[in-house]
Protein backbone atom coordinates (compact mmCIF):
# COMPACT_ATOMS: atom_id res chain seq x y z
CA UNK A 1 0.00 0.00 0.00
CA UNK A 2 1.34 3.22 -0.80
CA UNK A 3 1.96 5.96 1.94
CA UNK A 4 -0.72 8.61 0.18
CA UNK A 5 -3.47 6.07 0.54
CA UNK A 6 -2.41 4.78 3.37
CA UNK A 7 -2.61 8.27 4.87
CA UNK A 8 -6.02 8.73 3.35
CA UNK A 9 -7.44 5.51 4.94
CA UNK A 10 -5.63 6.62 8.48
CA UNK A 11 -7.46 10.56 8.26
CA UNK A 12 -10.80 8.85 7.07
CA UNK A 13 -10.82 6.42 10.21
CA UNK A 14 -9.81 9.55 12.50
CA UNK A 15 -12.94 11.94 10.65
CA UNK A 16 -15.40 8.98 11.39
CA UNK A 17 -14.28 8.04 15.11
CA UNK A 18 -13.79 11.85 15.82
CA UNK A 19 -17.68 12.52 14.89
CA UNK A 20 -18.81 9.16 15.90
CA UNK A 21 -17.79 9.88 19.48
CA UNK A 22 -18.65 13.20 19.77
CA UNK A 23 -22.39 12.30 19.33
CA UNK A 24 -21.59 9.55 22.04
CA UNK A 25 -20.30 11.50 24.24
CA UNK A 26 -23.00 14.48 24.29
CA UNK A 27 -25.29 11.77 24.47
CA UNK A 28 -24.39 10.64 27.21
CA UNK A 29 -23.78 13.64 29.27
CA UNK A 30 -27.18 15.06 28.33
CA UNK A 31 -28.70 12.00 28.93
CA UNK A 32 -26.95 11.13 32.28
CA UNK A 33 -27.86 14.79 33.78
CA UNK A 34 -31.29 14.38 33.33
CA UNK A 35 -31.11 11.00 34.02
CA UNK A 36 -29.22 11.58 37.45
CA UNK A 37 -26.09 9.07 36.83
CA UNK A 38 -22.96 9.87 37.53
CA UNK A 39 -21.67 6.55 36.09
CA UNK A 40 -23.22 7.62 32.53
CA UNK A 41 -21.51 11.44 32.95
CA UNK A 42 -18.21 10.20 33.42
CA UNK A 43 -18.10 7.55 30.72
CA UNK A 44 -19.43 10.54 28.31
CA UNK A 45 -16.32 12.73 29.42
CA UNK A 46 -14.24 9.55 28.66
CA UNK A 47 -15.57 9.55 24.97
CA UNK A 48 -14.88 13.33 24.79
CA UNK A 49 -11.22 12.14 25.05
CA UNK A 50 -11.72 9.92 22.30
CA UNK A 51 -12.32 13.18 20.06
CA UNK A 52 -9.30 14.61 21.11
CA UNK A 53 -7.35 11.44 20.30
CA UNK A 54 -9.06 11.08 17.12
CA UNK A 55 -8.11 15.03 16.27
CA UNK A 56 -4.26 13.36 17.27
CA UNK A 57 -4.59 10.42 14.93
CA UNK A 58 -6.00 12.48 12.18
CA UNK A 59 -2.97 15.35 12.08
CA UNK A 60 -0.11 12.40 12.94
CA UNK A 61 -1.41 10.87 9.79
CA UNK A 62 -0.62 13.97 7.95
CA UNK A 63 2.74 14.54 9.19
CA UNK A 64 4.16 10.93 9.43
CA UNK A 65 3.33 10.63 5.14
CA UNK A 66 5.55 13.57 4.72
CA UNK A 67 9.07 12.94 2.48
CA UNK A 68 12.41 12.91 4.41
CA UNK A 69 13.83 16.26 4.33
CA UNK A 70 17.06 18.18 5.55
CA UNK A 71 15.51 18.01 9.19
CA UNK A 72 14.58 14.91 9.53
CA UNK A 73 16.46 12.97 6.79
CA UNK A 74 15.11 9.30 8.05
CA UNK A 75 11.53 10.64 7.27
CA UNK A 76 8.82 11.32 9.49
CA UNK A 77 7.35 7.69 10.58
CA UNK A 78 7.69 7.67 13.99
CA UNK A 79 5.62 10.52 14.25
CA UNK A 80 3.20 7.60 14.81
CA UNK A 81 5.35 5.82 17.34
CA UNK A 82 5.23 8.83 19.38
CA UNK A 83 1.18 9.68 19.05
CA UNK A 84 0.80 6.44 20.55
CA UNK A 85 2.66 6.75 23.00
CA UNK A 86 0.73 9.74 24.07
CA UNK A 87 -2.53 7.64 23.21
CA UNK A 88 -1.09 5.10 25.75
CA UNK A 89 -0.86 8.59 28.59
CA UNK A 90 -4.35 9.14 27.55
CA UNK A 91 -5.66 5.47 28.35
CA UNK A 92 -3.13 5.49 31.42
CA UNK A 93 -5.02 8.20 32.91
CA UNK A 94 -8.41 7.77 32.07
CA UNK A 95 -8.04 4.37 33.59
CA UNK A 96 -6.31 5.64 36.45
CA UNK A 97 -9.30 8.80 36.91
CA UNK A 98 -11.74 5.56 37.14
CA UNK A 99 -9.74 3.77 39.98
CA UNK A 100 -9.48 6.63 41.85
CA UNK A 101 -13.12 7.52 42.26
CA UNK A 102 -13.94 4.03 42.54
CA UNK A 103 -11.82 3.95 45.73
CA UNK A 104 -13.21 7.20 47.27
CA UNK A 105 -16.76 5.76 46.57
CA UNK A 106 -15.67 2.46 48.30
CA UNK A 107 -13.42 4.05 51.33
CA UNK A 108 -16.73 7.21 51.74
CA UNK A 109 -19.62 4.76 50.63
CA UNK A 110 -21.09 7.65 48.78
CA UNK A 111 -24.60 7.50 48.06
CA UNK A 112 -26.08 7.56 44.49
CA UNK A 113 -29.75 8.60 43.44
CA UNK A 114 -31.23 5.69 41.27
CA UNK A 115 -30.91 6.65 37.94
CA UNK A 116 -33.28 7.06 35.23
CA UNK A 117 -34.30 4.52 32.52
CA UNK A 118 -32.95 6.21 29.72
CA UNK A 119 -29.56 5.83 31.22
CA UNK A 120 -29.61 2.09 30.44
CA UNK A 121 -31.12 3.21 27.26
CA UNK A 122 -28.29 5.72 26.38
CA UNK A 123 -25.75 2.77 27.69
CA UNK A 124 -26.74 0.05 25.16
CA UNK A 125 -26.57 2.53 22.68
CA UNK A 126 -22.87 3.50 23.58
CA UNK A 127 -21.92 0.19 23.76
CA UNK A 128 -23.29 -0.55 19.98
CA UNK A 129 -21.76 2.65 18.49
CA UNK A 130 -18.63 1.76 20.52
CA UNK A 131 -18.46 -1.34 19.43
CA UNK A 132 -18.75 -0.63 15.33
CA UNK A 133 -15.55 1.99 15.98
CA UNK A 134 -13.39 -0.24 17.62
CA UNK A 135 -14.33 -3.10 14.87
CA UNK A 136 -13.58 -0.27 12.17
CA UNK A 137 -10.61 1.04 13.57
CA UNK A 138 -8.99 -2.53 14.20
CA UNK A 139 -9.64 -3.02 10.61
CA UNK A 140 -8.10 -0.04 9.18
CA UNK A 141 -5.28 0.03 11.59
CA UNK A 142 -4.59 -3.91 10.23
CA UNK A 143 -4.71 -2.71 6.48
CA UNK A 144 -2.53 0.45 7.00
CA UNK A 145 -0.38 -1.69 9.72
CA UNK A 146 -0.32 1.73 11.80
CA UNK A 147 0.05 0.71 15.21
CA UNK A 148 -1.37 3.96 16.27
CA UNK A 149 -4.76 3.28 14.98
CA UNK A 150 -4.23 -0.44 16.93
CA UNK A 151 -3.85 1.31 19.98
CA UNK A 152 -6.72 3.58 19.72
CA UNK A 153 -8.75 0.81 18.51
CA UNK A 154 -8.05 -0.81 22.17
CA UNK A 155 -8.67 2.18 23.19
CA UNK A 156 -12.19 1.66 22.07
CA UNK A 157 -12.87 -1.67 23.13
CA UNK A 158 -11.66 -0.55 26.50
CA UNK A 159 -14.83 2.08 26.47
CA UNK A 160 -16.76 -0.77 25.38
CA UNK A 161 -15.63 -2.54 28.55
CA UNK A 162 -16.70 0.78 30.38
CA UNK A 163 -19.94 1.24 29.05
CA UNK A 164 -20.74 -2.65 30.04
CA UNK A 165 -19.71 -1.64 33.25
CA UNK A 166 -21.99 1.29 33.91
CA UNK A 167 -24.96 -0.71 32.35
CA UNK A 168 -24.27 -3.33 34.73
CA UNK A 169 -24.12 -0.54 37.08
CA UNK A 170 -26.94 0.99 36.89
CA UNK A 171 -29.06 -2.19 36.38
CA UNK A 172 -27.88 -3.68 40.05
CA UNK A 173 -28.06 -0.24 41.28
CA UNK A 174 -32.34 -0.14 40.11
CA UNK A 175 -32.75 -3.57 41.00
CA UNK A 176 -30.56 -4.45 44.40
CA UNK A 177 -30.28 -0.79 44.95
CA UNK A 178 -26.44 -1.97 46.14
CA UNK A 179 -24.61 1.03 44.32
CA UNK A 180 -21.17 -0.77 45.75
CA UNK A 181 -21.27 -3.70 43.17
CA UNK A 182 -21.37 -0.68 40.36
CA UNK A 183 -17.84 1.00 42.14
CA UNK A 184 -16.62 -2.58 42.77
CA UNK A 185 -17.12 -3.77 38.55
CA UNK A 186 -15.91 0.01 38.12
CA UNK A 187 -12.25 -0.79 40.19
CA UNK A 188 -11.59 -4.04 38.54
CA UNK A 189 -12.00 -2.32 34.87
CA UNK A 190 -10.22 0.51 35.82
CA UNK A 191 -6.86 -1.82 36.58
CA UNK A 192 -7.55 -3.99 33.27
CA UNK A 193 -7.14 -0.45 31.25
CA UNK A 194 -4.31 0.58 33.21
CA UNK A 195 -2.82 -2.49 32.30
CA UNK A 196 -3.41 -2.26 28.49
CA UNK A 197 -2.03 1.27 29.06
CA UNK A 198 1.17 0.18 30.23
CA UNK A 199 1.22 -2.63 27.78
CA UNK A 200 1.15 0.01 24.63
CA UNK A 201 3.40 2.39 26.67
CA UNK A 202 6.12 -0.42 26.85
CA UNK A 203 5.52 -1.59 22.96
CA UNK A 204 6.32 2.27 22.03
CA UNK A 205 9.39 2.30 24.39
CA UNK A 206 11.06 -0.92 22.80
CA UNK A 207 10.51 1.02 19.00
CA UNK A 208 11.95 4.40 20.67
CA UNK A 209 15.16 2.51 22.02
CA UNK A 210 15.51 0.73 19.01
CA UNK A 211 14.81 -2.62 20.15
CA UNK A 212 13.12 -5.43 17.93
CA UNK A 213 11.16 -8.11 20.32
CA UNK A 214 10.90 -10.25 17.15
CA UNK A 215 14.53 -12.01 16.81
CA UNK A 216 13.30 -13.75 13.91
CA UNK A 217 13.94 -10.78 11.84
CA UNK A 218 17.50 -10.96 12.16
CA UNK A 219 17.43 -14.91 11.55
CA UNK A 220 15.66 -14.54 8.47
CA UNK A 221 17.94 -11.20 6.94
CA UNK A 222 21.51 -13.55 7.90
CA UNK A 223 20.46 -16.48 6.07
CA UNK A 224 19.63 -14.17 3.47
CA UNK A 225 23.08 -12.66 3.07
CA UNK A 226 24.12 -15.95 3.20
CA UNK A 227 22.73 -16.87 0.33
CA UNK A 228 24.22 -14.38 -1.48
CA UNK A 229 27.52 -16.16 -3.75
CA UNK A 230 30.96 -14.38 -2.16
CA UNK A 231 29.67 -13.03 1.22
CA UNK A 232 31.30 -14.41 4.52
CA UNK A 233 30.99 -13.77 8.02
CA UNK A 234 27.80 -11.08 8.05
CA UNK A 235 27.85 -9.60 11.29
CA UNK A 236 27.31 -6.34 13.39
CA UNK A 237 23.50 -6.13 11.80
CA UNK A 238 21.25 -3.55 13.53
CA UNK A 239 17.87 -3.28 12.86
CA UNK A 240 15.38 -0.14 13.52
CA UNK A 241 12.19 -0.10 13.51
CA UNK A 242 10.45 3.18 12.28
CA UNK A 243 6.70 2.43 12.52
CA UNK A 244 5.74 -0.07 9.80
CA UNK A 245 9.45 -0.21 8.35
CA UNK A 246 13.01 -2.10 8.85
CA UNK A 247 16.48 -0.37 8.52
CA UNK A 248 19.03 -2.61 8.25
CA UNK A 249 22.98 -2.33 9.18
CA UNK A 250 24.88 -5.11 8.10
CA UNK A 251 28.61 -6.06 7.89
CA UNK A 252 30.23 -8.58 5.47
CA UNK A 253 33.44 -9.84 4.49
CA UNK A 254 34.21 -10.87 1.16
CA UNK A 255 37.33 -11.73 -1.17
CA UNK A 256 40.02 -8.77 -0.71
CA UNK A 257 41.05 -9.40 -4.06
CA UNK A 258 37.59 -8.11 -5.60
CA UNK A 259 37.36 -5.09 -7.22
CA UNK A 260 34.90 -1.97 -5.80
CA UNK A 261 32.56 -2.62 -8.49
CA UNK A 262 32.34 -6.45 -7.44
CA UNK A 263 32.14 -5.67 -3.47
CA UNK A 264 29.13 -3.16 -4.75
CA UNK A 265 27.41 -5.72 -6.58
CA UNK A 266 27.49 -8.13 -4.12
CA UNK A 267 26.36 -5.53 -1.90
CA UNK A 268 23.40 -4.24 -4.14
CA UNK A 269 22.45 -9.09 -4.56
CA UNK A 270 22.23 -8.90 -0.50
CA UNK A 271 20.02 -5.69 -0.60
CA UNK A 272 17.85 -7.85 -3.54
CA UNK A 273 17.70 -10.88 -0.93
CA UNK A 274 16.93 -9.06 2.50
CA UNK A 275 13.82 -7.41 0.87
CA UNK A 276 12.53 -10.77 -0.92
CA UNK A 277 12.81 -12.40 2.46
CA UNK A 278 12.01 -9.64 5.04
CA UNK A 279 8.49 -7.06 4.49
CA UNK A 280 8.59 -3.14 4.90
CA UNK A 281 12.28 -3.30 4.45
CA UNK A 282 12.84 0.86 4.19
CA UNK A 283 16.74 0.50 3.70
CA UNK A 284 19.87 -1.83 3.93
CA UNK A 285 23.55 -0.68 4.26
CA UNK A 286 26.14 -2.74 3.89
CA UNK A 287 29.65 -2.16 5.14
CA UNK A 288 31.69 -4.51 2.80
CA UNK A 289 35.42 -5.33 4.78
CA UNK A 290 38.00 -7.90 3.38
CA UNK A 291 38.26 -11.40 4.54
CA UNK A 292 40.05 -11.99 7.53
CA UNK A 293 40.93 -8.41 8.24
CA UNK A 294 39.02 -8.96 11.90
CA UNK A 295 35.61 -7.08 13.16
CA UNK A 296 35.95 -4.00 14.35
CA UNK A 297 36.20 -3.49 17.89
CA UNK A 298 32.53 -1.10 18.00
CA UNK A 299 30.60 -3.16 20.46
CA UNK A 300 27.00 -2.66 19.03
CA UNK A 301 25.30 -5.09 16.39
CA UNK A 302 24.57 -8.81 16.80
CA UNK A 303 26.05 -11.60 15.27
CA UNK A 304 24.29 -14.72 14.13
CA UNK A 305 25.56 -16.71 17.21
CA UNK A 306 24.00 -13.74 19.85
CA UNK A 307 20.69 -14.60 18.76
CA UNK A 308 20.85 -17.74 20.99
CA UNK A 309 22.30 -16.09 24.17
Same mark, same amino acid.
Given at each position: ?6 ? *? $???? =? ?17 ? !???? +? ?13 ? %? ?13 ? #? ?12 ? #? ?26 ? /???? @? ?19 ? $??? @????? !??? &? ?9 ? +?? *? +? ?29 ? %? ?25 ? #? ?10 ? %? ?29 ? =? ?19 ? +?? /? ?5 ? #? ?6 ? &??? /? ?9
Amino acid at each position: MDDKKRS *R $LIKQ =SSIFSALGNALLAAMKIII !GLSA +NSLALIGDGIDSTTD %VITSIITFFTATYSS #EPPDREHPWGHERA #ETISTKILSIVIFFAGAQLAVQSIKDIL /YQSN @YELPGIMAIYATLISIAGKFI $LAF @YKFRT !GRI &TDSPMLIADAK +NM *R +NDILISFTVLVGILFTRILEIPLIDTIIALA %VSLWIIRIALSIFMETSAELMDSIDDK #EIYKKIFEAAEK %VQGVENPHKMRIRKMNRYYAVDLDIEVDGNL =SVKEGHDIALKIDEEIKKTVF +NI /YDVMIHI #EPSGAGEH &TEQ /YGLKKDDLWK
